[in-house]
């Protein structure tokens, strides 16, 4: 987590008052790119990033959209045990912003997720994030909510449940 505050700070964006989502974007590319040790590879869907949206109660209902890593870690517990599995956890920014009329309808898109991309860093990465990114795009909600401020925000570090 520490390493996604700092890929933010770089860019001039504080985790708990996010002004500059665009910025924030490219932080959590930043941040997809560094290779983390222990946890599983890839091809085992041991790093991974999501881009969710929505309204939850934990922020009120407002509109939130969230950049999410969940991440695989294999060195926790009796890797031997039969009914052995990683630990996950996922460092998320999660948005908070005012209702506005561009995102009114914003449940309404039918999807509340971009699905989790295990691609491989680098090059596939920065494939995966564009059109992730081009997803977006396409709904003008989310477009337009990508191009205003956020009231708050807030970065967290937590154990995820198994997907």
């Given at each position: ?8 700070r ?5 985790p ?11 932080a ?107 997803f ?12 205003a ?15």
């Amino acid at each position: 987590m520490d390493v996604f505050a700092r890929a933010l700070r770089q860019r001039g964006v504080e985790p708990d008052a996010v002004r500059d989502v665009d910025a924030t974007r490219n932080a959590f590319g930043a941040f997809l790119q560094i290779e983390v040790a222990g946890i599983e590879r890839p091809e085992n869907d041991g790093d991974g990033f999501i881009v969710e949206w929505g309204r939850w109660d934990g922020n009120d209902d407002q509109p939130s959209p969230s950049f999410g890593r969940l991440l695989a870690v294999n060195d926790a517990g009796d890797r031997d045990a039969p009914d052995w599995q990683p630990e996950y956890w996922k460092a998320e920014l999660q948005l908070v912003f005012a209702e506005d009329p561009a995102w009114a309808d914003l449940d309404s898109l039918g999807h509340q997720d971009t699905g989790f991309d295990h691609a491989e860093i680098g090059a596939p990465r920065i494939t995966a994030l564009e059109e992730t990114r081009r997803f977006i795009e396409s709904y003008p909600q989310l477009a337009a909510m990508w191009r205003a401020e956020p009231t708050r925000s807030g970065l967290t570090l937590e154990r995820a449940a198994t997907p």
